[in-house]
């Protein structure tokens, strides 16, 4: 076993070990799409139906994104890859090109993502140096043959059928 120091740098490696999905976590402002990736996305409860997503303090979108009633949390798949490269270009540029469906509560979200779920901000708190967000689950979907789009040590992964 390898024991690093606690720096910022070596503790983002180590977290980086344990994959996670991709999300786009989005709405719309007067017909203007905001949003971006999240792998921060983690299930809370069934009943009620929670989950959660993080996001840093230094974030510009999130201070946008929190005026919205409602969101949409697209899973990308694995077929979504070069939907995830032009979702992390510079904001004024995220949804040049992109096919997103804009829905009449705010929410935003990708018609053929893995999944997608409408959410409702029912709490934000500080936690460290991000904001933890819990959202109530509205309505969800989900394509039953796709594959997920995974994070893992710093790079996406498609995985393998």
């Known amino acids: 076993m390898t024991i690093t120091s606690h720096s910022s ?3 983002r ?3 980086g070990i344990y994959p996670t999905g991709i999300a786009l976590t989005a709405g719309h402002l007067d017909g203007t ?3 971006m990736l999240t792998n921060s996305f983690a299930t809370v409860s069934l009943e009620p139906p929670l989950v959660t997503v993080s996001f840093a303090h230094t974030s510009t979108t999130w201070p946008q994104l929190h005026k919205i009633q409602r969101l949409g949390i697209s899973f990308l798949s694995a077929d979504d890859y070069d939907t995830a490269q032009l979702l992390r270009r510079p904001t004024a540029e995220r ?3 992109l096919e997103v469906q804009k829905n009449s509560d705010g929410s935003l979200v990708l ?3 893995a999944a997608h779920l409408i959410v409702e901000l029912n709490q934000a708190f500080e936690a460290g140096d991000h904001i933890m967000t819990l959202w109530k689950v509205i309505s969800h979907k989900r394509q039953d043959d796709a594959r997920p789009l995974v994070f893992h040590d710093g790079t996406l992964h498609q995985l393998a059928a």
């Open 33 to 35: 799409p905001i949003g």
């Open 9 to 11: 740098h070596n503790l």
């Open 111 to 113: 018609p053929a993502a």
């Open 95 to 97: 949804f040049e090109n």
């Open 13 to 15: 490696k180590t977290f």
